[in-house]
């Protein structure tokens, strides 16, 4: 899916928190394109909304935390993996406590509700990033590694390792395409009865039962010891003698923990706000390493979208100068393109090289020439109407005009001799009269200038070119 897409309707679901305890509502309501996914509580004063985004992640090995002042809100990662594989990009969900319930343990409730409203196609594109080189973090002490590489898809391979008779080495793998409403969704939470005594003993888990987690008894414990744990989790007592799996439910799958893993590197990945074409492997994975990834993923991000676009001079040109004259009504002194690099998706990439020649630098100025900033808007509004007119779906030729420049900055001088790359991205798709765009100019790999502008749409009259 190349657009962006919100929910078709609101849903509700309401459970347990499974660190408070606190019996909690949810709502998630459709939202604009551009919202990406937020998050309201509504029981704080003023009901303050947060962008699930890693940039709020806070330390929580147990679960993904976000954090602002005083909103916080926890136990995320399974809604955020639900929405993210379904198609999700827009929604608003509201919460009247600090953690999204915890419901079966798993994101299944939600992948159905999402079922049940479906999805509505938006005007806009979808962020896409495509991973470019590996990326890896690791820590050493615990043997943990996550890798994530270019590839022609979107993939996971997970492998946990854990010391236990029951629960040893387990692998489980996702690829875009596969099932995941019915393969990955449903896999539960799990934990181990060892790190259950710590955390009932430092007052946690408080939701926690045999109806929303998997608990795995793999070492044995004194009767009146399990006896006493079991009293204190409000559930039946058990044999101590028998290890293995204790849930109200049998596993789903054989290796339904490695896919719950999986699924929360799913849930934390979504908090880079993009989508992403490229491979992870992850080698005992964990809530404080997937966010590691996910962050050191945006820095590489943030760097890709500042970096300039390579050019080759001698390689053939997607348009060049008569091409682009069939597009564009310009001509000289007023064709600010001279060819158009690459159109991918919603970016296009041209240039325009400034010689002694040009008309202007008689009179801007005759002792030291310099290409007028509002030319420079000029060449990515030009390039930007080449970009809306390559994605416009109605039928018949269009033009565009200039309808709005809402930001331009000029960083360094453009002077005779110098060659401008020009990036242009759609914002906004060219659909129902207006797109708005944001182009940014390099020489070499410096920015000379930046702006964004709102381009309007229109078809042309019957003859009219």
Request: with cysteine; glycine share 8%.
């Amino acid at each position: 899916m190349t657009h962006q897409h919100t929910l078709g309707g609101s849903f509700q679901l309401e459970g347990k928190g499974l660190h408070t305890g606190k019996y909690i509502h949810l709502r998630a309501l459709p939202a604009e394109e551009g919202h990406g996914i937020r998050i309201c509580r509504t029981d704080l004063p003023d009901k303050p909304v947060l962008p699930a985004l890693v940039k709020y992640a806070t330390q929580s090995d147990r679960c993904t935390t976000l954090r602002e002042g005083d909103f916080s809100v926890c136990t995320i990662e399974h809604m955020m993996a639900a929405l993210a594989m379904m198609g999700v990009d827009n929604c608003l969900i509201e919460l009247d406590g600090p953690e999204a319930p915890i419901l079966d343990g798993s994101a299944k409730p939600y992948v159905d509700k999402i079922r049940e409203v479906g999805l509505v196609e938006q005007e806009a594109e979808a962020k896409l990033f495509v991973v470019p080189r590996k990326i890896e973090v690791c820590d050493e002490e615990s043997g943990a590694r996550l890798t994530l590489l270019p590839d022609d898809t979107f993939a996971v391979d997970v492998l946990i390792s854990y010391d236990s008779p029951i629960l040893s080495h387990q692998f489980a793998s996702y690829e875009w395409g596969d099932d995941f409403a019915e393969e990955i969704a449903p896999a539960r939470t799990f934990v181990f009865v060892r790190e259950v005594q710590a955390l009932v003993a430092n007052n946690l888990i408080k939701g926690g039962d045999l109806d929303n987690a998997l608990v795995i008894y793999d070492r044995e414990l004194p009767q009146t010891e399990l006896d006493k744990l079991s009293d204190e989790l409000g559930v039946d007592h058990s044999d101590a003698s028998k290890l293995g799996y204790i849930s109200h439910r049998p596993l789903a799958y054989p290796n339904e923990p490695a896919r719950h893993k999986l699924l929360d590197v799913l849930g934390d990945l979504a908090l880079a706000g993009c989508r992403i074409r490229g491979r992870v492997i992850a080698t005992k994975p964990g809530h404080t390493i997937n966010r590691r990834l996910c962050r050191k993923l945006l820095e590489v991000i943030e760097g890709e979208e500042k970096r300039a676009p390579s050019y080759d001079p001698e390689a053939k040109p997607l348009l060049d100068t008569r091409a682009i004259m069939q597009i564009l009504p310009h001509r000289y002194p007023m064709l600010l393109v001279d060819r158009i690099i690459e159109i991918n998706g919603g970016t296009a990439v041209g240039l325009k090289n400034y010689s002694v020649g040009e008309p202007y630098f008689e009179g801007h100025f005759p002792q030291e020439p310099i290409v007028p900033g509002v030319l420079l808007v000029e060449s990515i509004a030009q390039i930007a109407g080449i970009l809306v007119l390559h994605m416009v779906d109605e039928p018949g030729p269009h033009s565009t005009y200039l309808a709005r420049i809402e930001s331009a900055r000029f960083r360094q001088k453009v002077t005779p001799g110098d060659t401008v790359i020009y990036r242009v991205e759609a914002l906004s798709p060219g659909r129902h009269g207006f797109a708005r765009v944001r182009g940014v100019g390099y020489i070499g790999d410096q920015i000379v200038c930046e702006a964004e502008v709102v381009a309007k749409v229109v078809p042309n009259q019957e003859g009219e070119k």
